[in-house]
């Protein structure tokens, strides 16, 4: 039986405690490396084969995700997909590769990708405090996936705290928190000009502001300007922009200066429990 794979909860975030998610990532106790607000993935010759170790530099705990393909002379790998969860401001090694015959080179390729895990209450390692937002979609249970973007898509300033959530084009995409739409796209057929495709950006009382991206061209039904409560219908989900599968990338941010940083924020119930009122419907 395969290990229970870790529930991801609303995550919990410092809304209103610190400042900038670079304070959030401050101190670094369990040997974690690398800038700031980034999860990195470390490849090292160990003896004859490869460590591959994850940092997480983040103020929450991340799952990773890694493929491993085109295996030549490898054991260690298993099936090829490994997953691990990776503790707030830690480095943990997630795979030891070694070679089948020692004579031999170790080839393989790999593909990395992490989501935050959204931690279940306030006061636990990695959990923030501030508003919830509710899922910002009908439908589902879906499945939170940082995405086939690439490597660290979500390592940026603007991105970290980013998560992207499968689902089929079309679905509806709502207001995660009463707000003002301060910004839309509509009219993005493909993957240019904006590599957020369409989108919609709310922002709330507390100058916070949500975003939703990728979504279907024509589909977005709000204006700047224009007041939304929870929950209101924004637009239908979709694949543009740079988006290499439908889903919806959503982020909560804040204006620092002339930067937008993203920063935590936590889901009012957990992703994965909504059911699937597209299936109830038939
Ligand atoms: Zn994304």
Redesign the pocket.
């Given at each position: 039986m395969l290990a229970l794979r870790p529930l991801v909860y609303p995550l919990l975030i410092l809304l209103g405690l610190a400042p900038l998610p670079a304070a959030l990532a401050g101190g670094n106790p369990q040997g974690a490396t690398g800038k700031p607000g980034t999860v990195r993935l470390f490849i090292n010759r160990v003896g004859g084969g490869k460590a591959m170790d994850v940092s997480n530099t983040l103020a929450v705990p991340v799952e990773v995700t890694l493929r491993l393909t085109r295996l030549v002379n490898v054991s260690g790998a298993g099936n090829g997909v490994i997953r691990k969860t990776v503790p707030a401001n830690s480095r943990v090694r997630v795979a030891t590769l070694n070679k089948r015959q020692p004579g031999g080179p170790i080839m393989f390729r790999h593909s990395f990708s992490y989501a935050p895990i959204f931690s279940p209450e306030p006061g636990q390692h990695g959990s923030v405090d501030g508003p919830a937002y509710a899922l910002p979609w009908k439908g589902g249970p879906f499945r939170i996936s940082?995405?086939a973007?690439g490597d660290f898509?979500?390592n940026s300033v603007r991105?970290r705290y980013?998560?992207?959530i499968a689902m089929p084009v079309g679905t509806p995409i709502i207001a995660a928190r009463a707000g003002t739409v301060v910004a839309v796209r509509n009219g993005q057929a493909g993957r240019r000009p904006d590599p957020a495709g369409n989108y919609v950006r709310l922002r709330h009382e507390d100058g916070a502001e949500s975003a939703y991206?990728h979504l279907t061209r024509g589909s977005v039904q709000v204006r700047v300007g224009q007041t939304v409560k929870a929950g209101a219908p924004l637009g239908l989900s979709g694949n543009t922009g740079r988006s290499t599968g439908p889903?919806l990338?959503f982020?909560v941010q804040r204006r620092m200066g002339e930067t937008l940083a993203s920063i935590p924020f936590r889901f009012a119930q957990p992703v994965e429990s909504l059911p699937n009122f597209a299936q109830q419907a038939r």
């Open positions: 940082q995405g973007g898509s979500h991105g980013a998560v992207d991206l889903h990338h982020v």
